[in-house]
Nanobody, 118 residues
Framework: QVQFVESGGGSVQPGESLKLSCAAS????????MSWYRQGPGKERELIAAISSAGVDRTYDDSVKGRFTISRDNAKDTVYLQMNSLKPEDTGLYYC???????????WGQGTQVTVSS
């Protein structure tokens, strides 16, 4: 069964940090690249970070490059997103999925809300 469970969101002030986690079904995680998506208020969901299956290659959207870091723990079937220097425009629902350039599965998790506001 395809399953993604995101957690770690919250409400923070600009400049603060959060670390998101996403636990994926083992059969998904073991062979796939993993990625994080963000859906801001009134916007479409967009790919912001991805990591290869072995964790060697990473890619970031320009809007988060230098501030966010994606990582994975293959022993725990979990992918992380460390978010530093958060900005109000980072506000949104954050989701994970398999894949490096596009979502591999049509089924999404519930997402985790990040709100950045002073």
């Amino acid at each position: 069964q395809v399953q993604f469970v995101e957690s770690g969101g919250g409400s923070v002030q600009p400049g603060e940090s959060l670390k998101l986690s996403c636990a994926a079904s083992e059969f998904i995680f073991a062979i796939n690249a993993m990625s994080w998506y963000r859906q801001g208020p009134g916007k479409e969901r967009e790919l912001i970070a991805a990591i290869s299956s072995a964790g060697v290659d990473r890619t970031y959207d320009d809007s988060v490059k230098g501030r966010f870091t994606i990582s994975r723990d293959n022993a725990k079937d979990t992918v992380y997103l460390q978010m530093n220097s958060l900005k109000p425009e980072d506000t949104g629902l954050y989701y994970c999925n398999a894949g490096y350039v596009r979502p591999a599965y049509v089924k999404w998790g519930q997402g985790t809300q990040v709100t950045v506001s002073s």
